[in-house]
């Protein structure tokens, strides 16, 4: 590790105690008055930089700029520079680095010609490092490719790797220009194929072998495969006998199983897909891996929709059903997680079989295979808290004649007559969600004509449950199931039995009663997700009265369970939906929202929270402060955090997904959203901004042609609604997307100029692998110029480029 | 209702099932990312079908650093358990069993002498956790936690160092059938 991030670096040996002590108690002057007699003296131009570093700590411009011009002399002259003054050099720039002297023209490229001069010196390994920390890849790529020659077949697989890693990375980055693009693209592929093949075709590898041995070398093969190779070379390397997902289960390995089954499904490849499944589940069965290794839910749906997929539906779904037979016969042996696992695959296939083979004659429509297995499932299910969330989604699919048969033949006979009480209560509870659920589904409803007898209808359908016009959702159901839930609430609270026996139960059934009044509320009070026009008030649209009987019903139930986070959030919401603000503010506390987690939760509560209640500020200058010092924290550096630690442990695909990570946190619309709302809220009390937003450290990296990426985790709302419809935290929002709101044409203001100038649309970020969060593409008309920037640095050379330029 | 699979960083954004609960701690950053830099496989995670993160290991393989080697706390090779935590919907289906056993064969894969890890004498659940899977109390660390989960009165909590023998442990020379009587210092530890 080099010295300089920990303090000052230590002299050389040889210097003398007088300049030494000097330079260690920070006696600056003493220090260059000592060094350039020494240079004199003896013209080795250690001390010349020795003082100059030295000059470089005193407050005049002229000679902090000392040291800019000396690595820039240094750099110009193609020599191999001394690693003692390019420690020194790097040391006194510490602080220029986060403003105007990119690491990648001064220091990074010393450092490359050190380590290419001496590439066996332990030395070589520090530049690499140091590179890397200052996320030079360039450099770093050149270091490497030279560590790499050096140690070739040494038993280091390590030199190897970080070569073709970082020759991988640099060939994606911005970093690398568009000509170089192509060639290190190539680059990376081919050395990995030739590891690759040297390892199919070797009887055995040893460690000294350029081939691919272990896990994490195998993965970024088909990672960098997958990203500059074709579709066919991965597709077949993924079916060979050594490199293949199946080979790897054999050895345990399950990574690339999924990442392979990630990637096949990408490109709609299902009979791959269909036959992969297959062989790892019969794995499994034969004894070749650990028996429920792959038993993943995962693994079956995509099993089960592969097999729809194929040209033989009906004989690849039997195969489906005959493999899943096999693992529910032992089962026994499985964790519960796994005998629920197999519940669920059997319901899978059930909802994937073809119409004609779940019911071939059509007779009893009703009680089909599929509401059947609901039952079933139920049977084994019914009391567990995630019951509800496991089933919802197949009873959403159910035709209403099954709708019906489960509401009416299947849901009620789950117990019998004389069963205990609680357990009812608890079934009780589900089938008031599932109704709720049901009233989200356009197969409860039947069209109507618009016109009856000549006169026009103001319901657009009839609902087939209650038979009342309608729209979505039935109103007469919903007024209904409100009664229903408030009835069976209230015998839980009048009988002692019942009330003792919920610390058993794994959920409180009475909370998920209130769930089920209070949405049915908020819903009978006209609450639609608002996407649009955010000026209309709420009140325009929904029923102040139905609005606030929800809110008492779900706050007196926090109060009963305070410990419950879904009713918190929701509260919490619907507090800032009414414009009590503080009050949100103090429900919203106790969920302790802190550090790694802020960036994906803290949203939820500050979103635009400066135009509800700026005063939340006041007096609570730290508001932010969380947010504040986490971004502060892990951007600091231009290296993603930790990175280092993932090349030392020859982690090859963590550094790729660490890469990724540290970029999208860079864009994140949250950073946005902790400097904007903080901003809003000093102006609107008209309070002086220290930092413009543009000018802030941590909007480096926010480009005008940024996308910005939003992580908002809706997973802990609670979510009655039915995929038919939004989810229930769309109806909790106070305007549109989390970046769009940003952007609002009536939040210019000084401070957020060069944001709300832009044009905006959502789209989905295509950085995001795997992701599906809806991001906002920003982008600045191209005739405007953004603002000026100012120069932070104390003065600008050559070897200065504008921050933006980099982005 | 779940995938096992190996944590990737995107999991953070996912974590809410867990760390809202308040006997799950938040860490920064850095410090999920250093075990997802160092030992990628001990970290993994359950996830259910909407990719909320139900559960999640983070484990690490190390000895003590080499100045401890003559101390009488020295750790030899071995695996130790940093978190290991299930959302409460999914409590009780076996989620936190096969996460540790994952990291049990790890251990063994890699020679470890045995699993170790820290937990409040308070947290009866955990304790109850870890034994129904062999683990037993090695040594009580006297105030090894700065506050105390129950009593806000009280400014620390004594810790179990909790162990579990591998393979390599024929003789069982690493676990203590008393291990409540021996009592030792944070700064025993490390
Ligand atoms: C401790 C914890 C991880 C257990 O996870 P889990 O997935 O519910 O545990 P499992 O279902 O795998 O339980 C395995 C066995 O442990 C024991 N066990 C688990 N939870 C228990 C509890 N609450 N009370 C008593 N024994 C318990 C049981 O013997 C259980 O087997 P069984 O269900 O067949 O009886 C989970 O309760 C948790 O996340 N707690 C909060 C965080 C925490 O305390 N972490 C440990 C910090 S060191």
Known sequence: ?807 | MANFRRFRPDDLHKLSKCNLDPFTETYELGFYLQYYAKWPSLFQVAEDQHGNIIGYIMGKLESSPDVYRFSEHYLPWHAHITAVTVAPEARRLGIGRLLTEQLEVAADANNAWFVDLFVRVSNHKAIAFYKSMGYSVFRVVKDYYGDHSSDPTLSSEDAYDMRKPMKRDVNREHVREDGEKYEVDPSDVW
């Not at chain 1, 060979?240 to 790897?248: D, M, T, W």
């Not at chain 1, 089920?516 to 009978?524: F, R």
């Not at chain 1, 414009?579 to 969920?591: D, H």
């Open chain 1, 1 to 807: 590790m080099s010295a300089y991030r920990y303090g000052r670096p230590a002299l050389r040996g040889s210097v003398d105690v007088q300049l030494q002590t000097a330079f260690s108690d920070g006696n600056w002057n003493t220090v260059i008055r000592l060094a350039a007699k020494r240079a004199a003296a003896t013209k080795d131009p250690y001390y010349e930089a020795v003082k100059i570093c030295a000059e470089s700590q005193l407050d005049g411009t002229a000679e902090k700029c000392a040291v800019l011009a000396a690595v820039d002399e240094l750099v110009k002259n193609k020599k191999t520079p001394d690693i003692d003054i390019i420690e020194l050099y790097e040391w006194a720039c510490r602080d220029l680095f986060n403003y105007d002297v990119e690491y990648a023209d001064t220091l990074g490229p010393l450092r490359a010609r050190w380590a290419k001069a001496n590439p066996s010196s332990p030395l070589a390994l520090q530049c690499l490092q140091a590179c890397l920390e200052k996320w030079d890849l360039v450099s770093a790529q050149q270091i490497a490719t030279t560590l790499d020659k050096t140690h070739a077949n040494t038993a280091d697989r390590r030199y190897m790797f970080w070569n073709i890693t970082l020759t991988f990375l640099l060939s994606v980055s911005p970093q690398c220009t568009d000509a170089s693009r192509k060639v290190y693209s190539l680059l990376a592929v081919r050395q990995l194929e030739r590891a690759a093949d040297l390892t199919e075709s070797s009887a055995k590898l040893e460690p000294t072998d350029r081939g691919l041995l272990t896990e994490e070398e195998i993965c970024l093969y088909y990672r960098v495969l997958r990203s500059h190779g074709t579709k066919e070379e991965f597709i077949s390397r993924l079916q060979s006998p050594k490199l293949g997902a199946i080979s790897q289960l054999k050895e345990g390995r399950k990574l690339l199983f999924c990442e392979g089954l990630d990637a096949l499904e990408s490109w709609g490849e299902w009979d791959l897909i269909y036959k992969l499944c297959r062989e790892a589940l019969v794995l499994g069965l034969e004894g070749a891996t650990s028996p429920f290794f792959v038993c993943d839910l995962q693994t079956w749906r995509k099993f089960a929709t592969a097999a729809s997929k194929t040209a033989d539906p009906d004989g690849s779904l039997a195969e489906v059903q005959n493999i899943l037979k096999r693992y529910i016969e032992i089962k026994d042996k499985a964790s519960e997680m796994y005998k629920k696992n197999l519940s669920l695959a059997l319901l899978e296939t059930t909802f994937r079989l073809p119409a004609t083979a779940v019911n071939p004659t059509r007779e009893n429509e009703r009680l089909s295979a599929r509401v059947i297995q609901i039952g079933l499932f139920l049977d084994q299910y019914f009391e567990r808290l995630s019951a509800f969330d496991d089933i919802k989604g197949y009873v959403a699919e159910l035709s209403f004649e099954e709708v019906k048969a489960l509401m009416e033949s299947v849901v009620p006979r789950i117990l019998d007559e004389d069963a205990n009480k609680t357990r009812k209560i608890v079934l009780e509870a589900l089938s008031c969600k599932l109704r709720y659920l049901l009233s989200t589904c356009p197969q409860t409803l039947t069209p109507q004509p618009s016109v009856v007898e000549g006169q026009p209808q103001d319901k657009p359908f009839q609902c087939r449950l209650c038979s009342s016009p309608a729209s979505l959702p039935c109103e007469c159901c919903l007024r209904k199931l409100i009664l229903d839930a408030a009835t069976a609430y209230e015998r839980i609270t009048g009988e002692k039995e019942l009330l003792a026996a919920i610390p058993r139960l794994d959920k409180d059934p009475r909370l998920d009663l209130a769930l089920v009044m209070g949405a049915a509320l908020l819903k009978l009070s006209g609450l639609r997700p608002r996407t649009s026009d955010v000026t209309r008030s709420l009140w325009q649209d929904v029923d102040p009265g139905l609005f606030l009987q929800a809110v008492l019903l779900l706050d007196a139930q926090l109060k009963e369970t305070p410990g419950d986070t879904e009713l918190r959030l929701l509260l919490v919401k619907l507090y800032l939906l009414l414009g009590c603000a503080s009050y949100a503010y103090q429900l919203w506390i106790p969920l302790d929202v802190k550090r790694t987690i802020q960036d994906a939760l803290s949203p939820l509560f500050f979103d635009r929270i400066s135009a509800l209640a700026p005063g939340l500020f006041q007096g609570n200058r730290g508001l932010m402060e969380p947010l504040r010092s986490f971004y502060n924290q892990s951007l600091r550096e231009k290296s993603p955090v930790r990175i280092w630690d993932a090349f030392w442990a020859g982690s090859y695909t963590s550094i790729l997904d660490m890469t990724e990570f540290d970029g999208n946190l860079r864009r994140s619309c949250t950073l946005m959203m902790t400097l904007v709302e903080e901003r809003r809220a000093i102006r609107c009390y008209g309070g002086k901004i220290d930092c413009e937003i543009e000018e802030h450290p941590l909007t480096e990296n926010i480009d005008d042609d940024t996308t910005l990426v939003d992580k908002t985790d809706h997973g802990p709302f609670p979510n009655l609604e039915s995929f038919h419809g939004p989810a229930m935290h769309e109806f909790l929002s106070r305007g549109p997307g989390l970046s769009v709101g940003f952007l609002h044409p009536r939040s210019v203001t000084p401070s957020s100029r060069f944001l709300t100038r832009r044009r905006t649309s959502v789209r989905t970020s295509p950085s995001c692998r795997n992701s599906t969060s809806i991001s906002c593409c920003t982008s600045l008309p191209r005739t405007t110029n953004p603002p000026p920037k100012q120069t932070r640095s104390p003065c600008a050379t050559a070897t200065t480029r504008s921050r933006r330029s980099r982005v």
